[in-house]
């Protein structure tokens, strides 16, 4: 080790407590979601309520959430045990696909098979559904989000951050400033946790994309 490396201590950083919504109907059916308002189904919430248990002891100095309603209700679950106020966080919706929005990739592939396979194969910065945002879109607004909490907290909080996989995607890439192209190279399902501590502008993952609470209440394969 340099002699001019120096080790940072551990209450010196922020922590971030990133968590996916639970499950909905349109999970369950692989419908696309983007943002439209999908509530939470019974299994979602329990997803939920489970985490919740599992964070049962931590004291958050500060809860942020999607305004949408599957998020805003995880939140809600999540913190139940502690009184903690939540942030709706407009920043933090997902992706919006436009037209595709509701339907399935089948139903997507049949009307638009090329734009999707650029998509789903190509994953390209710049590329959006019909009528919806691409991933630098939704990088702007969610590092617009990032640089506000990094001037409203400090040394030692902790904060919990209630999303979408496209938009958590896209604060991992301002916590551990990864180029853009690494947005779509991580996975996250629902009701999972995702632990990143952050020290002036760089950040170290912890846990990423863990469901080890939803074992008791099983799980579902599906699509974003």
């Known amino acids: 080790m340099s002699s001019q490396q120096v080790f940072v201590p551990w209450d010196a ?25 999908v509530p939470l189904n019974e299994h979602g919430r329990a997803q939920a309520e489970a985490l919740g248990k599992r964070l049962s002891d931590v004291r958050f100095d500060a809860a942020y959430s999607s305004d949408l309603s599957r998020t805003m209700e995880s939140a809600e679950l999540v913190t139940a045990a502690r ?14 696909y ?5 339907m399935t990739i089948a139903e997507i592939e049949a009307q638009a098979p090329e734009r999707l396979r650029r998509r789903l194969q190509g994953r390209n910065e710049d590329f959006a559904g019909p009528g919806g945002e691409n991933t630098y879109d939704v990088l702007e607004r969610v590092h617009a989000f990032y640089e ?9 909080d902790r904060l919990l951050v209630v999303a979408h996989g496209g938009s958590l995607r896209a604060l991992l890439v301002c916590l551990l400033d990864l180029p853009a192209e ?31 609470h939803l074992a008791s209440i099983g799980a579902l394969d599906e699509e974003e």
């Open 13 to 37: 950083g922020c922590t971030w407590y990133l968590v996916r919504h639970g499950q909905t109907e349109w999970n369950r059916t692989r419908r696309i979601q983007g943002q439209s308002d």
């Open 83 to 96: 009184a903690c106020e939540i942030v709706p966080t407009p920043e933090m919706r997902e992706f919006s």
């Open 98 to 102: 436009g037209e595709w929005e509701g």
């Open 148 to 156: 506000q909490a990094l001037q409203r907290h400090g040394a030692g």
């Open 182 to 212: 690494h947005f779509w190279r991580v996975h996250l399902d629902t009701a999972s946790l995702s632990i990143v501590r952050s020290f002036d502008g760089s950040g170290v993952l912890h846990l990423w994309n863990d469901t080890s």
